[in-house]
């Protein structure tokens, strides 16, 4: 997959068979899009091409906003696109200057002279330019015209399985990891470095490895103990993750900690990257009356944890 990061006077693409927008969290109803755009440009002889936009809109149009809470950072978006089979990502910088542009000036100097499309596909609802006055019935004057052909996807296809950002995101928030994952087609990932902590793990037998997530802008899903697989060193590792305040250590809510307990696995990963997939939520958070407690409930987790991956 190539990525191109805005628009050259002389894109290299041949027949651009094109679909727009953010995409965030590329969930399956992304997926219904982008697979039609596949079969498109399959049939036309052309190349598949999203145009999506960076930074996140309201990262920019709202600054003063600071909740934003990604489904997927920049990377994770262009990894999960690149295995769906899409050819080009063209990245266009989202900025105020941009986002003043009218309907007009998008078709005409991004879709007709930037991309020189053949095709654009888009979903029934999709909205674009200042004051969303692009529509369907707008790009179809151009369509009409003769500029570019133009598909629209209905709303059974993507709204099947009603699924949104916004939904999935809430999902997360609640612990509702498996619902979650049920919208995305694929576990929530987290990415992030292995970090020293306290090393309170290791006295009582299950040390972890404490993740410094990559990105502030990821959303982080609610406190708990979650079934979890973490690619490391090229491999892929099954295990347990506490995400909380650690009620039973720590006396201060300072900050929230993810940390991770590898089943069978003893080597030393600081400073390494890892990428954690979150399978199933198993408990809440709790504060235990002593380290003892504490101990035997992680046990059992483990034998949740270990039951709910042969099972699955």
Known sequence: MRIFEGLTEKMPIQ???????????VHLGHQEILKTLLSEAH???GESVLLTFYPHPRMVLFPEKTDLQLLQTQAEKMDKLASIGLQNVVIYPFSKEFADFSAKQFVEEILIKGLHAKKVIIGYDHQFGHQREGNLAFLKQYADQGFFDLLEIPAEQIDEANISSSKIRKAILNGEISVANSYLGSPFELRGTVVKGLQNGR???FPTANIEIHDEQKIIPSNGVYAVEMRLLGQIHQGMMNIGWRPTIAEEKIKRKIEVHLFDFKEDIY?????????????????FPNLDALKSQIALDEATIRAYFSNH
């Open 15 to 25: 027949n651009a068979i094109v679909t727009i927008g953010t995409f965030d969290g």
């Open 43 to 45: 049939k036309c002889q």
């Open 203 to 205: 006295t009582i037998g």
């Open 271 to 287: 400073e390494e990257q890892c990428e954690i997939r979150i399978h199933n939520y198993v408990r809440p958070e709790h504060k």
